[in-house]
Each structure stands twice: as structure tokens, then as C-alpha cells.
């Protein structure tokens, strides 16, 4: 049976068509499927009972399932979801005071191989389908409780691409979830609510400046060509030169919408006093700020965080320079759902391991 869930307005409103109904159908469909959360047709109670029965027939509405859901004791909730091949990817909630950002996977695994990063050691690899990206917005919305989209006071009120995967190696699908994601008569989250992380995909960063106009966040690491080739192999391709011009060149960027340039600190590698300064000069005519986000361990990583008093220098010189830098608190460490930490292929962790990443036997 055909998935409604995926397809673009104008392709469901193609599908109706093609099944015999009005145009008006289709929207109907959509405001059920997308600001009401129904899984089923049954629950769509403007359709005729026939029209509903004969909808079942045919098409399904269907999510990933949750093949398990962990809750950090600092709130931050982690749902594994599996999709109809048997492949999973992770999806987080982080509640904040006045927000809560869901952050979303775009791939099982990841195309790219970052030194640091616990999805890039994961071997199996697929994009995941328009579906599947829009599915985990629904079920975070299921698990927090948020259908009819609520128009304010929502616990989840931005959306991060900082999940597993690049986004921008799976462009087409990210898109076209993103589009509906966007859509102001279904899930209706705002693209200045949406922010979009890369390695720097230089080709890519330009098309999505141009189709969604999302806000940017580039995934840095590094202020020299020769360390970030080793840090993100991505940086061989595509340079920094190269990839800070793809900034400067982004349309939606401004003094009020800012390129968010991440950094992750690792310990007396990329974490001087005089990286900083270089990061400042490559950064300047940018509209940007800066996020500092101590390096998250996981089993067998070659890196160690920076120690505090080396982030705080790092974050004096980048502040002192006129930029926003934040260090970014690691959120649901407890249950490996901070940055970096998402994995989805079954590792069974020694239990030396566990202890490191501070995991109980029952979740490893
Ligand atoms: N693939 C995209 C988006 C996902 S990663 C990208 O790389 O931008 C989200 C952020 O977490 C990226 O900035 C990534 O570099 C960072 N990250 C990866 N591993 C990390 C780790 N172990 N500790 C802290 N941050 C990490
Ligand atoms: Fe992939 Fe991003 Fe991890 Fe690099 S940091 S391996 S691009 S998920």
C-alpha cells in the first residue's frame, strides 16, 4: 500500500486525481495527516464513511515505529525508530526553558567518515526518504502530545538537522521533507525555526540557500586546510576558502539570521588560544556566531574534550571579537544522545566502555 506520509502537496493532490476525488480532497488529507497527527483514516471524520473505506484500501498513513525510547534525567528524550526495511536512525527532543529543539536525523549513518563523530563509524549507510525525515517530526509530535499543531506554547518549536547523516548528501529528500515540515496548514514550523548543519557541501549549501532558505549552520572544527583535512575528510573537496565563500554568498543569511559556525573542542588539537584568533580572521564579513561544543566521548574515540579553562580562552577571544560564542551544553549525555554520540548499527560496548560513556548495561 502506497505511504501518503512523503508526498508533496502537489503529488497528493496528483494521487487524488488519479483515485477519482476532488482536488478539495487532497487538502483535507493534508490537514488530517499533517495538523492533526491522524494515523488512521477512520479518524477523518469530515470524509464520507465510504470515501474512508475506500482510502484504506489503498494508502496508509504510515510513521517509523519506536523501536526504543530513552529519557535523559535532564529531560532531553531519545527515540530510536525503525522504518518498514529494518534500518533505524535517532531522533532527540531537547526541552529548554522557552523552547524545544527535535533534532533529525537525514541518513542512516553517514556518507562522510569525521574523526570525532560517533555516526561516522557506523558502516551502514542509506539515505533516508522524504517519509521517513517528516516521520520523525510526527512522532516526536505524538510522544509530546502536540496534534492539532498547536499554535503557540509548543514543546517543540525548532528543528535541527544535526541528527545522523549529512543533509546535504540527501539533498532531494531533506528538501522535500523540509518543504512539508514548513507548510502553514499542516506541521507549520517556520524555516527561521529550522536550521540546517553541514560539513560543508559546498555545491549544496548555494541550492539550499536559493529553495529553502533555512538558517545555516557549518560544521568548522577547524581553522587550517591541513587539520581539518584529517578532522572532516570533507574539507580535501571543498576547502575553507571555498566553503566560507558559499557562506558569505548565502542569501538568507543577516545580522539577524547569523551562520551558526560549530566548533568542537578537542583537547590540544584545535583548541589554542591562537586557533581562536585565526577562526575570528577567517570569520570576519560573515554574519556569524560561534558554538563551542565540548567534544562528547564515545567507545574508542581517539579524542579527549578540552578542559574548561581552554574553552573559556577560546570563547573570550571569539566573544571579545564582536561574535555570540556559547558553549553548547552537553544535553543527554546519559542516554549517548548529545552531538556527535548518535549511532544506530547494534555495537555491544564492553563494559569499560559503557562506564566511560557513563551508559547502564540496560541501554548498551
Ligand atoms: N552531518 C552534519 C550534521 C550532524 S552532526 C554535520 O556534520 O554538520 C551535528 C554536529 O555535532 C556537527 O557540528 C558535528 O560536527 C558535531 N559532532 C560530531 N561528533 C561530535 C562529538 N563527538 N562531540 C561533539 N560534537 C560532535
Ligand atoms: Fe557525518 Fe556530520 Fe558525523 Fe561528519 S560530523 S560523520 S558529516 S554526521
Known amino acids: ?123 551502514l549507510v542509506r539515505n533516508l526518504e522524504a517519509a521517513e525525515i517528516v516521520g520523525q517530526v510526527m512522532i516526536a509530535r505524538d510522544a509530546l502530545g502536540e496534534w492539532p499543531s498547536p499554535p503557540e506554547d509548543r514543546q517543540l518549536t525548532n528543528i535541527v538537522l544535526m541528527g545522523m547523516g549529512e543533509p546535504l548528501y540527501n539533498y532531494e529528500n531533506v528538501a522535500k521533507a523540509l518543504k512539508i515540515v514548513m507548510d502553514g496548514e499542516g506541521l507549520s514550523l517556520s524555516k527561521r525555526k529550522i536550521t540546517l548543519s553541514t560539513s560543508g557541501v559546498v555545491p549544496m549549501i548555494r541550492r539550499c540557500g536559493a529553495e529553502l532558505q533555512v538558517n545555516l549552520a557549518i560544521s568548522l572544527h577547524a581553522v587550517r586546510d591541513e587539520l581539518r583535512d584529517v578532522l572532516v575528510p570533507i574539507n580535501k573537496k571543498w576547502p575553507i576558502a571555498e566553503l566560507l565563500q558559499a557562506c558569505r554568498e548565502y542569501p538568507s543569511a543577516s545580522n539577524a539570521r547569523r551562520i551558526t559556525f560549530e566548533y568542537v573542542m578537542l583537547k590540544d588539537v584545535n583548541d589554542s588560544p591562537a586557533d581562536a584568533r585565526e577562526l575570528v580572521r577567517l570569520l570576519k564579513g560573515i554574519p556569524a556566531k560561534v ?44 542516554i549517548m544522545a548529545a552531538c556527535g554520540q548518535l549511532k544506530s548499527d547494534s555495537v555491544r560496548l564492553r563494559a569499560s566502555e559503557r562506564l566511560r560513556v557513563g551508559m547502564s548495561a540496560a541501554e548498551a
Request: charge should be positive; glycine fraction near 8%; hydrophobic fraction near 35%.
Open 291 to 334: 558554538n563551542l561544543i565540548p567534544f562528547n566521548p564515545w567507545p574508542g574515540a581517539p579524542f579527549e574534550r578540552s578542559t574548561e579553562r581552554a574553552i573559556a580562552a577560546f570563547a573570550d577571544i571569539v566573544f571579545a571579537a564582536g561574535y555570540s560564542a556559547p558553549v553548547r551544553t552537553p544535553r543527554g549525555e546519559d
Open 1 to 123: 500500500m502506497k505511504n501518503l506520509v512523503g508526498l508533496s502537496r502537489a503529488e497528493l493532490l496528483e494521487e487524488m486525481r488519479g483515485f477519482g476525488a476532488e482536488p478539495f480532497r487532497a487538502r483535507q488529507l493534508w490537514h488530517w495527516i499533517y495538523n492533526r497527527g491522524a494515523t488512521s483514516f477512520d479518524a477523518m471524520t469530515s470524509l464520507s464513511k465510504a470515501f474512508r473505506a475506500r482510502l484504506a484500501e489503498h494508502y496508509a498513513i504510515e510513521r517509523p515505529t519506536v523501536s526504543r525510547a530513552l529519557r535523559s534525567t535532564d529531560g532531553t528524550r531519545k527515540w530510536l525508530l525503525r522504518f518498514s526495511d529494518g534500518n533505524e536512525a535517532e531522533t532527540v527532543h531537547i526541552p529548554e526553558e522557552d523552547r524545544g529543539t527535535l533534532c533529525v536525523s537525514s541518513q542512516v549513518g553517514c556518507t562522510l567518515t569525521c574523526k570525532f563523530c560517533h555516526t561516522g563509524t557506523q558502516r
